[in-house]
């Protein structure tokens, strides 16, 4: 296991090596990203929620704690695509995982969630899929695609 977690370190290393933006910036100490999340519910009965929902981001390189994802007015309804940020984060490397924390809020708690994608500044994309329902109070692991 350790052999391959320095190959998936050192393939981590090449490829940010060769990113582009990643060259052209200046010393890397306490260099910040900027992440946005977005947040698809699904398109099925009862698919929206008021509950609380938060995310852990875990990369190469880092993890963050449990941001809330709570914006002005009605989050999570059905068919809906919430976005998160731009929010600074130090780099996080090549993202593995989110984490979605879930506290039930509200009538028809149960939530859908469709998928996660995270964007950031230093031109990743990632998706994280999950299709399933998420209930309880609960902590759903969500790899990336
Ligand atoms: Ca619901
Ligand atoms: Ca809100």
């Given at each position: ?5 320095a190959?998936?370190?050192a393939?981590a290393?090449?490829t940010?090596?060769a ?6 910036a200046?010393?890397?100490i ?8 977005y947040v698809k519910t ?10 609380d ?7 190469s ?29 130090s780099?996080?490397?090549?993202l ?16 859908y969630?469709?998928w996660?994608?995270?964007?950031s500044?230093?031109?990743r994309s990632?998706?994280f ?7 309880g109070d609960?902590?759903t ?5």
């Amino acid at each position: 296991m350790r052999m391959v977690f320095a190959a998936l370190m050192a393939a981590a290393a090449l490829t940010v090596g060769a990113t582009p933006a990643s060259a052209a910036a200046a010393p890397h100490i306490d260099a910040v990203v900027y992440y946005t999340i977005y947040v698809k519910t699904g398109n099925v009965g009862d698919a929206g929620t008021d509950a609380d929902v938060y995310i852990r981001l875990i990369g190469s390189a880092g993890t963050t704690g449990y941001i809330e994802l709570d914006n002005p007015g009605d989050d999570r309804k059905r068919n809906q695509i919430d976005t998160y940020g731009p929010m600074p984060l130090s780099d996080l490397g090549t993202l593995r995982e989110v984490r979605i924390a879930f506290e039930p809020e509200g009538g028809s708690p149960d939530w859908y969630l469709d998928w996660v994608k995270v964007d950031s500044s230093s031109g990743r994309s990632d998706l994280f899929p999950c299709y399933c329902w998420i209930s309880g109070d609960s902590n759903t692991r969500i790899p990336r695609a």
